[in-house]
């Protein structure tokens, strides 16, 4: 028994230890602090928008994004006010644009044209906020990201009247993703992955996990490309439901099932590594799980295709940890 003990506290340590190395894989994108983005009094609806004004140098007053997945929001929600998801501020709360025109005196509204703007929320569209606008002396102005992302920068750049600084975001971007695009394994990596995302409530202190459905963002941008395969199929409720990409759940033991070469860990990274530990001390058959067994356990930053500008250097990270 004292045999058995030590060796699953060994490989306990040893993943925890390869949690925390790993974490730092998360911070690779975050460079020099950006200068102080300028504010201008307006409201923006669309993560792709903001996340291009704030590479740009701007942000505007209140943005509408969609805050509860897009991990670039907390990063810029101390210098802007989140009104609301473009869902939110359309069918559940269709006065906050125009009362933030009328009362706020926010004239500018400035609007992202996707076409497809969220996978996980069909019936989202920042353009559907126009028509609750019609009775406002409000400017419309829009950004087209269904060109590209190219397209979208110069176009927002124009509107900012940062024209220079549009280019050279360009420049960087092009440079970037021309760097993906030849660095692609020939051969496909061939990893079985589960992505498991946690989830702290502050107001609660409470800590909830969940794991990426596959045909999710992973799949399309991540996941895909590399040549890998999404195996949280295994965790799939018996309705089959999937709340926004994601299934919830409260037990880790369909690892068992899914035998994933790679666990990737997003959002509250803490969270995961103590539920781990614990349910490994409770079962620890979950170690013989190729992916605890060999530490091929790795903390990124979740994707939804928001952060657009960022997508280069996230793949990066993406490709290091599963080609490790």
């Known amino acids: 028994m004292y045999n058995r003990t030590k060796k699953i ?5 040893t993943l925890v230890l390869t949690l925390v190395f790993v974490m730092g894989l998360a911070a690779i994108c975050q460079a020099a602090p ?11 609806l669309g993560d792709r928008l903001v996340d291009v004004a704030y590479n740009l140098g701007v942000l505007p007053e209140y ?10 929001a907390g990063k810029i929600k101390a210098a802007t006010q989140i009104v609301g998801c473009p869902k ?21 509204v400035i609007i992202e044209k996707s076409a497809n703007f969220c996978l996980y929320m069909p019936s989202a569209n920042p353009v559907k906020v126009v028509p609750l606008l019609k009775d406002t ?3 419309i102005e829009y950004v087209d990201f269904s060109k590209g992302v190219v397209p979208a920068i110069r176009q927002l750049a124009k509107l900012l009247n940062v024209e220079e600084k549009g280019e050279k975001l360009i420049a960087s971007y092009q440079k970037a993703y021309k760097a993906v695009e030849s660095g692609l394994p020939e051969q496909g990596l061939g990893k079985k992955v589960v992505i498991l995302n946690g989830v702290y409530s502050k107001a609660t202190g409470k800590t909830f996990l969940s794991v990426e459905a596959p045909g999710g963002y992973a799949d399309q941008y ?9 195996a949280g199929a295994a965790f799939a409720p018996p309705s089959g439901a999937v709340s926004r990409g994601m299934y919830r759940v409260r037990t880790l033991k369909a690892l068992t099932e899914a035998k994933p070469d790679v666990i990737v860990v997003t959002g509250a990274a803490w969270a995961v590594q103590v539920a781990l530990q614990k349910q490994i001390e409770k079962n620890p058959a979950l170690l013989s799980v190729p992916a605890l067994k060999t530490g091929a356990v790795f903390t990124l930053p979740r994707y939804i295709d928001g952060s657009v500008v960022e997508y280069p250097c996230i793949f990066n990270q993406w490709k290091a940890a599963l080609s490790n």
Do not use: E, F, Y
Request: with cysteine; charged share 20%; net charge positive.
């Open 222 to 230: 991540m996941l895909a490309p590399l040549g890998c395969t999404n």
């Open 63 to 72: 943005m509408s994004v969609r805050g509860s997945m897009w991990p670039m």
């Open 34 to 44: 950006k200068p102080k983005p300028k504010m201008i009094k307006a409201v923006m």
């Open 9 to 13: 506290s060994t490989n306990l340590t």
């Open 88 to 108: 939110c501020v359309v069918s559940k709360r269709p006065h906050t644009i125009p009362d933030l025109v009328m009362k706020q005196g926010i004239k500018r």
């Open 137 to 139: 002396d409000a400017t």
